[in-house]
């Protein structure tokens, strides 16, 4: 008995260790939600999460209860910011996003901030989070792990830079300022 265990707790690590190196060097798997669309229209570019992918689509609802679909911003500059109300460098870089946001909505901009729904305490804390940091851009809650899953967000906050094509230009982990925003989008179409 001592040996069986002994092999199952082998495997177990085996395939944790895997799991961990399994970085997604591969092209992530699009949601069902817009992959005919994506492949329509980009030729042979690779659906996934790296710089010169196009982005993987979703649709979540937002905070104010409607539906949101990535794909539906195409002809913008998009930031996916993935973050949760706990996360001391997302709550660092808000301000900023929140200035740039401002500034640049009227051009073309958008910002998603998908919210770690499943990792929040509810969602009202959630919504006053939102209102305590004056956030006015679309916050998406993404309950069932949806995006952070094809998105591997590991740490947070992690934003993705999407031009108007919606080919991911830049990935960031980590807090970003208002200059680094700037300087990321105006080097994009």
């Not at 994506?38 to 992918?53: D, H, S, T, V, Y």
């Not at 996360?87 to 900023?96: K, N, S, T």
């Not at 009227?106 to 998603?112: A, H, R, S, T, Y």
């Not at 679309?138 to 952070?148: A, E, N, R, T």
């Amino acid at each position: 008995m001592k040996h069986k265990n002994a092999l199952a707790a082998i495997v177990l690590i085996g395939l944790l260790a895997w799991g961990i190196m399994d970085t997604g060097k591969t092209p992530a798997a699009p949601s069902a939600a817009g992959s005919a669309e994506q492949a329509a229209g980009k030729g042979n570019i690779a659906i996934g999460i790296e710089k010169g992918n196009l982005s993987p689509d979703f649709e979540l609802q937002a905070l104010n209860g409607e539906k949101m679909k990535l794909s539906d911003l195409r002809g913008k500059k998009v930031i996916v910011n993935l973050w949760a109300t706990w996360c001391p460098p997302c709550r660092a870089e808000i301000p900023d996003m929140q200035s740039f946001y401002e500034a640049n909505k009227d051009k073309g901009v958008v910002i998603l901030g998908v919210n770690l729904t499943s990792t929040e305490t509810n969602v009202e804390a959630v919504s006053a989070f939102v209102q305590r940091y004056g956030m006015t851009f679309p916050i998406l809650m993404d309950v069932d792990k949806q995006v952070s899953g094809v998105y591997k967000a590991i740490s947070i906050p992690t934003s993705f830079i999407i031009d108007s094509s919606g080919v991911i230009q830049n990935k960031y982990i980590g807090p970003m300022n208002q200059e680094m925003m700037e300087n990321m989008l105006s080097a994009i179409e």
